[in-house]
């Protein structure tokens, strides 16, 4: 592993933020003061910043490809939530989703217990890509995918400008950068329809693995990590 990805997942910093701290000589290996960002880690050495030991994260990355009919929260009273889907052991590790889908929709949802990198992800200031697809109602013209991408009043609220994907006459790909409630829903029905079918494929710059069935869900690899990493940095 790269020292500056290590200091960051240890230290809860961005990246940038423990590059500047390796930079300036904050950080020892073995012993030594280490300036190379990129030096490879075998998980052997001794790190520290400002003399402080740095042990490896015990952080949990999930992807999970939510079905409709649960809720995207750590619990609720009356309804099931995404957590009731995971491990036993996995639900005494702290874990909670980044974000939120709605109880109907369907795709991909960042399930994890670091909460610095949730907060990241989650900020307005990041403007972190959300691809939906989206089955509507009514016929998708070109005039109405002209005024979705250049920004619709919600209801108080003008979107900030996105892309659409025509597929067909019903359905298309719109990706967003925000996270208003039931934004995607409502910001067709700004332009006169309605969505039948809701699904998340792409999140942080992360892909929905298609393998997994609705309900499903496995760990992120290495270099998924690095993406989100890549993106809110």
Known sequence: MRLDKFVAGA?????????ARIKSGAVTVNGSVEGNIGLNLDGSEAVCLDGRPL???????IMMNKPAGCVSATEDAREKTVLDLLA????????????????????????????ALAHRVLSPKKKVGKKYFVRLSLPLLDDKIDILEKGVDIGGYVTLPCKVEKISDFSAIITVTEGKFHQVKRMFAAV???????????????????????????????????KILLTIQ
């Open 88 to 115: 036993p052991e996995l639900r005494r590790r702290g874990l909670f989703p980044a974000g939120r889908l709605d109880k109907d929709a369907e795709g991909l949802l960042l399930i994890t217990n670091d909460g």
């Open 55 to 61: 042990k490896a994260s015990d952080f949990i990355y």
């Open 11 to 19: 230290a809860g910093l961005t990246r940038s933020e423990a590059r």
């Open 192 to 226: 006169g329809s309605r969505v039948e079918y809701l699904k998340r494929v792409s999140f942080a710059g992360l892909e929905l693995d298609e393998r997994l069935e609705p309900g499903q869900y496995r760990e992120l690899c290495t270099k998924e990590i690095e």
